[in-house]
């Protein structure tokens, strides 16, 4: 077996792996095998540096822009998985003014609590990548605007969700959850509606050789599975929560 039929049996397993963790997320609703959910999560960090580990080392190093280039690797999948998380929280925030119940308010903050984190991590690896391709940290591009702007918004829910427990409180941070959305596909489209200077990865994406597509979806695939994990460790605290609460 070849080098490069050896790194495409790896990636196969890898994604096996991933498969099969995400089938027993799906399928079990209450924990067993996974009775404390920080091993859910351990696991996850241990595949995401496996994958990372695997990028750095195997993934070939892009001619122009060099070794910083794998920050792509970080960057745009978080940014897949912000509007992954903004989405269910979205969604979630719509059936509790639906439906005024509880469950929906606790999932829609936590998928947005996660998502935000991985909007602070593209607002950081953005810079990052920027300052040696483009000469400086930050510039008033309309993708990175737009992106600033959803990180404002979904700050004052935050805010909010943290400023009480009132109904009408999960009220008005359920209406705001479902405006904030309204300006993720602003900043997935500003490229296009603005022709700013940042690239359209994903457009784009037929022009990346195989190696980088296949590191690109398994660094996406460990990303999710964080996301995953950190969005039933936080919504278990939310039930727990609310039943310490009922019982004071």
Request: charged share 15%.
């Given at each position: 077996?070849?080098?490069?039929?050896?790194?495409?049996?790896?990636?196969?397993?890898?994604?096996?792996?991933?498969?099969?963790?995400?089938?027993?997320f799906l399928l079990c609703s209450v924990p067993s095998l996974w009775r404390n959910d920080m091993k859910l999560l351990i696991f996850s960090f241990l595949y995401l540096?496996?994958?990372?580990?695997?990028?750095?080392?195997?993934?070939?190093?892009?001619?122009?822009?060099?070794?910083?280039?794998?920050?792509?690797?970080?960057?745009?999948?978080?940014?897949?998985?912000?509007?992954?998380?903004?989405?269910?929280?979205?969604?979630?925030?719509?059936?509790?003014?639906?439906?005024?119940?509880?469950?929906?308010?606790?999932?829609?903050?936590?998928?947005?609590?996660?998502?935000?984190?991985?909007?602070?991590?593209?607002?950081?690896?953005?810079?990052?990548?920027?300052?040696?391709?483009?000469?400086?940290?930050?510039?008033?591009?309309?993708?990175?605007?737009t992106t600033l702007l959803l990180w404002f918004m979904y700050s004052s829910y935050l805010l909010l969700q943290r400023s009480g427990s009132?109904?009408?409180?999960?009220?008005?941070?359920?209406?705001?959850?479902?405006?904030?959305?309204?300006?993720?596909?602003?900043?997935?489209?500003?490229?296009?509606?603005?022709?700013?200077?940042?690239?359209?990865?994903?457009?784009?994406?037929?022009?990346?050789?195989?190696?980088?597509?296949?590191?690109?979806?398994?660094?996406?695939?460990?990303?999710?599975?964080?996301?995953?994990?950190?969005?039933?460790?936080?919504?278990?605290?939310?039930?727990?929560?609310?039943?310490?609460?009922?019982?004071?």
């Amino acid at each position: 077996m070849n080098l490069q039929q050896w790194d495409q049996v790896t990636t196969l397993v890898l994604l096996l792996v991933f498969f099969l963790f995400f089938c027993r997320f799906l399928l079990c609703s209450v924990p067993s095998l996974w009775r404390n959910d920080m091993k859910l999560l351990i696991f996850s960090f241990l595949y995401l540096l496996l994958i990372w580990s695997k990028i750095f080392f195997d993934t070939p190093e892009e001619a122009t822009q060099g070794v910083v280039q794998k920050i792509f690797y970080i960057h745009v999948p978080s940014a897949i998985t912000m509007y992954i998380g903004y989405f269910i929280g979205c969604m979630a925030s719509i059936l509790y003014l639906k439906q005024r119940k509880a469950r929906w308010d606790q999932l829609a903050k936590s998928s947005i609590e996660v998502a935000y984190i991985f909007t602070v991590i593209v607002l950081v690896t953005g810079p990052l990548w920027a300052k040696p391709i483009w000469g400086t940290y930050w510039t008033w591009e309309p993708r990175l605007t737009t992106t600033l702007l959803l990180w404002f918004m979904y700050s004052s829910y935050l805010l909010l969700q943290r400023s009480g427990s009132h109904p009408k409180t999960k009220t008005f941070a359920a209406a705001l959850a479902v405006i904030s959305f309204l300006n993720v596909p602003l900043v997935h489209l500003s490229v296009r509606l603005w022709r700013g200077i940042h690239p359209s990865v994903l457009a784009n994406e037929d022009g990346l050789p195989s190696s980088m597509k296949l590191a690109l979806v398994l660094s996406f695939s460990s990303i999710l599975m964080i996301y995953a994990a950190l969005l039933r460790l936080r919504v278990d605290y939310e039930k727990l929560k609310q039943k310490v609460e009922a019982q004071t």
